[in-house]
């Protein structure tokens, strides 16, 4: 009746149940505080990386391009690569996130999640030559299609998360994003005071609580 | 059921791609079997996604030409590259899991073991220089060497369990030790106990003859 393989299937099912979500949403939440456009915003990547895995489409991949590879090579700049080194490594990193579009699960992780810990392996390649170990990846057996709502409370919880790091005093947000970026000295790792952690404020942890629970 | 997991530290370090790999595979062993962990794993990641979505673009732009160069070498890619590794089932079955089984080469069976005295094996695992990673084969009831530790030490158990003065660990579990921390951990009666230790310092064992033995042993 339709032409969908069953690789596709879930995919492509889990894109328009973004799309639809994203509508109800707006419907239903028009006027709160939860602004429907971050929940929109989160869902537009997803559906541009499912178009980049179904379709092999070019122009989804130019505007994931457009926003994430300068964002690459900024994260790995601050990392301690310089210009032409992150450049390249950013293009290494944009070409990982075409060939594996298909295993990206909007259930489990945003786009910039996603696209995060292909940066952060592409780094630990590029500055230490260590190999980095990894757990097998999961499959989640028959089901393996996403949930509709996982797949929008995940998005709309890494939105929140953004915002409550956005919203966090300078020094603090500072301090983990130089933990991200692999830019804390040993002396500020051993001092606990100036550990990010100690810096994660309530409404953080509370952002990490209900992603944990979006997860489990 | 695994009761001893990993701490909200080392879940950090090891998103923001941190640690020594030596205890990258500790950890990454561990989140094989604990689907706590990675789902508490995922959480630390979303931060470092919300980092990467608040680097300024303006602050590293792309040149023109980038795009371009990245859409040529999508295309100049050979097949095989392009279907990139499918998420494996995770397999049941095994004693060591991946991705602990790559760096061995092969199960339980497969490991080059050396006595270290008193029964207990050891096999050193080849990691980065900064930490050091061995398995370690104790017999059950027999007692791992009584030490301190110098730095931190993570401790996987794999089969069997150990227990210190005031716990047990079981498959799974990690005990995380560090300065100050001494115990005499004995493998529990039943099965003989197999874990993974990494640690970012040598240990200091405080018998007269395992101080002897230690730069022999490469711990």
Redesign the interface.
Known sequence: MFDITPQTLPSRQAASAVNMLCVQHDGYRRGKRQSAVDVQNGAKWVVLLEKVATEKD?DA??EV???????????L??SGAD?AL??EC??DV???V???AA?FDPA???V??????I???R??DML????????????WGPEAEPDQLDVMTLQQ??EQ??SA??SLPEKQRVM??R????D?THSEIADETG???GTIKSR?RLA?ER??HS?? | MITHHLSEKLLMAYSAGTLPEAFNLAVATHLAMCDECRARLASYDAIGGAVLERVEDAAAPMPHEALAATLSRIKAQVPSERIGESGKARQEGWTLPEPLRSYVGGDVQDVKWRNVGGGVRQAVIPTSENATARLLYIPAGKAVPDHGHHGMELTLVLQGAFADDEDCFSRGDIEIADEGTEHQPIAQAGADCICLAVTDAPLKFRGLLPRLAQPFLGI
């Open positions: 070019t991949f130019t391009f457009e926003h994430f590879a300068p964002r690459v090579k900024g994260f700049m601050k210009h992150a450049e950013a293009q944009m070409v990982t075409w060939n594996k295993q489990r992780a945003s910039a999640t996603w696209i995060f810990t940066a952060r392996n780094r630990i230490r030559r260590d190999r980095r170990p990894e757990p097998e990846e999961l499959t919880e890494s998360l953004i790091i956005a983990i994003e933990a991200y970026f692999g804390l550990l990010p952690l953080i990490l992603l944990r997860l489990s």
